[in-house]
Nanobody, 115 residues
Framework: QVQLVESGGGLVQPGGSLRLSCAAS????????MAWYRQAPGKQRELVAI???????NYADSVKGRFTISRENAKNTVSLQMNSLKLEDTAVYYC?????????WGQGTQVTVSS
């Protein structure tokens, strides 16, 4: 089994920044990709950003230019730097890890953007 623990969420004003981190532990042998998703109240969970084992990245259009995903492969961690936050970025943010035919989710961390 793989465990994912997110941290770094909180309350921030519009235009502010937050950095989320996710640490993976357990039966890790070859991670394919690590990603961040989010789910706002009343909405479906959506992909925010993903980074593969070879370093390619993909972002949701709504966060391009504002969010940056990074990985430390040796530490099995993934981070999400969020800048210029908007009210509509408010959501629970989840870390997801892809390994072989399996995928794993973290428990989520709340990000609230409010004035």
């Amino acid at each position: 089994q793989v465990q994912l623990v997110e941290s770094g969420g909180g309350l921030v004003q519009p235009g502010g920044s937050l950095r989320l981190s996710c640490a993976a532990s357990g039966s890790i042998f070859r991670i394919n990709s690590m990603a961040w998703y989010r789910q706002a109240p009343g909405k479906q969970r959506e992909l925010v950003a993903i980074k593969t084992s070879i370093g390619s990245t993909n972002y949701a259009d709504s966060v391009k230019g504002r969010f940056t995903i990074s990985r430390e492969n040796a530490k099995n961690t993934v981070s999400l730097q969020m800048n210029s936050l908007k009210l509509e970025d408010t959501a629970v943010y989840y870390c997801r890890l892809f390994q072989g035919d399996n995928d794993y989710w973290g428990q989520g961390t709340q990000v609230t953007v409010s004035s």
